[in-house]
C-alpha cells in the first residue's frame, strides 16, 4: 500500500495519538464501554481529571475519538472508521504470523 502525502500525515497524527500508554488505556476503557464521560475515565482509570481531560483532547483532535455532547455530561466513543485505519495501517508492519517485518533499506 502506498500512501499519499495527505493520508501520510494522517497515519502519522494517528499513530501518535496512540504513542502513549495512558492514552491506549483511555482509548481501552472507551473501547470496551462503548461510551464515557471523563469522570468514568477517571474513576475507571485512576487518572487524575487533568490527565484525563488532556489526553482525551489528543485524541478527539486525532480523530479516534468522538465527542458526543449528551447532558449532563459529554461523552466519548470510539471512531470506528480512524480506528479501522489505524488497524489497516498496523497490518503493514506485520507479516504473515504477527511479528514486525523488517525494515529494507536501500542501498
Known amino acids: 500500500m502506498r500512501l499519499d502525502f495527505d493520508k501520510a500525515l494522517v497515519a502519522a497524527a494517528l499513530l501518535d495519538a496512540l504513542a502513549l500508554p495512558n ?10 464501554k462503548g461510551m464515557s ?3 468514568e475515565l477517571v474513576e475507571q482509570t485512576g487518572f487524575s481529571r487533568a490527565l484525563v481531560y488532556h489526553h482525551l483532547k489528543i485524541l478527539v483532535e486525532s480523530g479516534l475519538v468522538e465527542v458526543h455532547p449528551t447532558k449532563p455530561m459529554p ?16 497490518r503493514e508492519f506485520r507479516d504473515r504470523n504477527g511479528a514486525l517485518k523488517k525494515s529494507r533499506s536501500k542501498k
Do not use: E, P
Not at 461523552?75 to 489505524?86: A, K
Open 23 to 32: 492514552r491506549r488505556s483511555l482509548l481501552n476503557n472507551i473501547i470496551k
Open 37 to 39: 464521560t471523563r469522570q
Open 75 to 90: 461523552q466519548y466513543s470510539l471512531n470506528h472508521l480512524r480506528w479501522s485505519m489505524v488497524r489497516s495501517l498496523l
